[in-house]
């Protein structure tokens, strides 16, 4: 079974900045493309950014374009999100996914073959 490991949650204030982390142990990442997912209480799980597998193209959601980065580095079978100028609605539990096809709608949970078990974000003064 399969489980990527997000990292790098926590708890920050308006304005500031955090770097999560995705691995994924006994696995290689060079084959799949990563999205970032994030779910706020009460709220649907939504795509917040996706990197091809060979981090050519990003896409970032309109909420997030300008102040989040994604990347990766298939060398260390690891791919990142920069998240700066960090909002109270940015507060979610961020995941990491991974998906071997070419998808119509990168923003469908269930088209995604693998998961992490999410890392909690936190924005409050």
């Known amino acids: 079974q399969v489980q990527l490991v997000e990292s790098g949650g926590g708890l920050v204030q308006p304005g500031g900045s955090l770097i999560l982390s995705c691995a994924a142990p006994g696995f290689s990442l060079d084959d799949y493309h990563i999205a970032w997912f994030r779910q706020a209480p009460g709220k649907e799980r939504e795509e917040v950014s996706h990197i091809s597998k060979s981090g050519g193209t990003r896409y970032y959601v309109d909420s997030v374009r300008g102040r989040f980065t994604v990347s990766r580095d298939n060398a260390k079978n690891s791919a990142f999100l920069q998240m700066n100028d960090l909002k109270s609605d940015d507060t979610a539990v961020y995941y990491c996914?991974?998906?071997?096809?070419?998808?119509?709608?990168?923003?469908?949970?269930?088209?995604?073959?693998?998961w992490g078990q999410g890392t909690q974000v936190t924005v409050s003064s």
């Open positions: 996914a991974a998906v071997w096809s070419q998808l119509h709608d990168w923003g469908l949970p269930g088209a995604y073959d693998y």
